[in-house]
Nanobody
Framework: QLQASGGGLVQPGGSLRLSCAAR????????IGWFRQAPGKEREGVQC????????SYADSVKGRFTISRDNAKDTVYLQMNSLKPEDTAVYYC???????????????WGQGTLVTVSS
């Protein structure tokens, strides 16, 4: 399974780094996607990182602000979030897929999310 952590309360313009840790899963074999679900909204894709380290953004609103990376030795994928805005407030989830794809149906091993709240 995957476990997301690192969320919290941050002021607008601040930064957070989320972690997605694998338990009983060899991360090397999977693309890992970050998703988020804001209150009252559908879950949306944020970014994905392939097994080779290539990244894909699915949310135009985070381009230039969020960076995804992976450390296979630690079985962990990170989402560095800078210049946070109130509209980034959401529960953030990570999940694994054979390849990066916008279709959430391809992703498995969803873990519990981590709440990010951007507010002054």
């Amino acid at each position: 399974q995957l476990q997301a952590s690192g969320g919290g309360l941050v002021q607008p313009g601040g930064s957070l780094r989320l972690s997605c840790a694998a338990r009983g899963l060899v991360l090397d074999y999977y693309a890992i996607g970050w998703f988020r679900q804001a209150p009252g909204k559908e879950r949306e894709g944020v970014q994905c990182i392939s097994t080779s380290g290539g990244s894909t953004s699915y949310a135009d609103s985070v381009k230039g602000r969020f960076t995804i990376s992976r450390d296979n030795a630690k079985d962990t994928v990170y989402l560095q979030m800078n210049s946070l805005k109130p509209e980034d407030t959401a529960v953030y989830y990570c999940a694994a897929s054979p390849v990066c794809d916008k279709s959430q149906a391809l992703y498995h091993f969803w873990g519990q999310g981590t709440l990010v709240t951007v507010s002054s």
